[in-house]
Each structure stands twice: as C-alpha cells, then as structure tokens.
C-alpha cells in the first residue's frame, strides 16, 4: 500500500521560504517520477516540481525555475521542496505525489499521477 504523507506546509510573507516534506511508503521499482502539485481555490492542480527515479532529471514549472529546488534522500524515502522568494499567488494546496501506473512519458503531468498525498497548505501574505 502506497503511502505519502506532506508536511511543512505554513504561512509566510512573501519573499519568505518553506520547505515541503514528502515521506514515501509501499513505492516500487515501477515508480518512474515523484512530484509536486499545488492547486489553488478555483484552480486546476499544476505540476510545479518532479524528478525522474530513473534516471534522476529533474524537472520544473517554468514559474518556479531559480526560486524551488526539488530534492530526495533515497535512505529516508523522502522527497522535499525547498520553496524559496514565494509570491501571494502561490498559495495553494501543495501535494506529493508518485507515478507509479502507466507512464506516457512525463512528469509534470497530473495524469502521469495514480499516487496523491493528501496535502500541505501554504500560505503566502503580501
């Protein structure tokens, strides 16, 4: 059974940085990407960050470039996000998240995404 669980997740003004914690459970060999999502109230979820278990490419939204670096301890079975710069329009419902069904190629994708954690809130205030 697939387990992820968010944690870090806070308010912060903007230009302030959090760090997002995504601890990993039950994942196999299959899995080819892990990532992170945030949806915003009336909003569809977008791909911010992921990474290619493979091979190890990482992979960004282009809003987020230079300011979020995504990471994994392989030994601890956790991915993070390290958010930095936030702006107020970055508040969102962050999640974890494992694609570990069938793979069409991607890892911003949500569809690439069978794994969904339940999700951290960040808030950023002007």
């Known amino acids: 059974q697939v387990q992820l669980v968010e944690s870090g997740g806070g308010s912060v003004q903007a230009g302030g940085s959090l760090r997002l914690s995504c601890a990993a459970s039950?994942?196999?060999?299959?899995?080819?990407?892990m990532g992170w999502f945030r949806q915003a109230p009336g909003k569809e979820r977008e791909g911010v960050a992921a990474?290619?278990?493979?091979?190890?490419?990482?992979y960004y939204a282009d809003s987020v470039k230079g300011r979020f670096t995504i990471s994994q301890d392989n030994a601890k079975n956790t991915v993070y996000l390290q958010m930095n710069s936030l702006k107020p329009e970055e508040t969102a419902m962050y999640y974890c998240a494992a694609a570990g069904g069938t793979w069409y190629g991607g890892c911003l994708e949500v569809y690439e995404y069978n794994y969904w954690g339940q999700g951290t809130r960040v808030t950023v205030s002007s």
């Open positions: 039950g994942l196999t060999y299959s899995t080819k990407c």
């Open positions: 990474i290619y278990t493979v091979g190890g490419s990482i």
